[in-house]
């Protein structure tokens, strides 16, 4: 049974980092697309980054230049570094996992994946 557990959120000002981890559990995770999401109040959930099997990686517009995924295989942990935030980046975000390693055409659709952590909050205040 496949697990995901997010950790790392927070309440942050207006041009600070954080850090985000996912860490998987009965799950083949080097070979799998896994991906970043996150919803705001009021607003559906978005993808912000994914990372497929071989490594290569995909943002949102909104998120190019200060958000950076990466994936440590040997310790089954997902990464989310999240700088210069703003509040427009208020939201829970979650990690999700699809069950092959290519993201394919469309890598941030929250419905091509299969399974979800519980999501972590981050809060950005002005």
């Known amino acids: 049974q496949v697990r995901l557990v997010e950790s790392g959120g927070g309440s942050v000002q207006t041009g600070g980092s954080l850090e985000l981890s996912c860490v998987d559990s009965?799950?083949?995770?080097?070979?799998?697309?896994m991906g970043w999401f996150r919803r705001a109040p009021g607003k559906e959930r978005e993808g912000v980054a994914r990372?497929?099997?071989?490594?290569?990686?995909t943002y949102a517009d909104s998120v190019k230049g200060r958000f950076t995924i990466s994936k440590d295989s040997a310790k089954h942990t997902l990464t989310l570094q999240i700088d210069n935030l703003e509040p427009e980046d208020t939201a829970t975000y979650y990690c999700?996992?699809?069950?092959?390693?290519?993201?394919?055409?469309?890598?941030?659709?929250?419905?091509?994946?299969?399974?979800w952590g519980q999501g972590t909050q981050i809060t950005v205040s002005s």
């Open positions: 990372i497929d099997c071989s490594g290569t990686t």
């Open positions: 999700a996992g699809r069950t092959s390693g290519d993201c394919g055409s469309t890598p941030l659709d929250p419905y091509s994946y299969t399974f």
């Open positions: 009965g799950y083949t995770f080097s070979c799998y697309c």
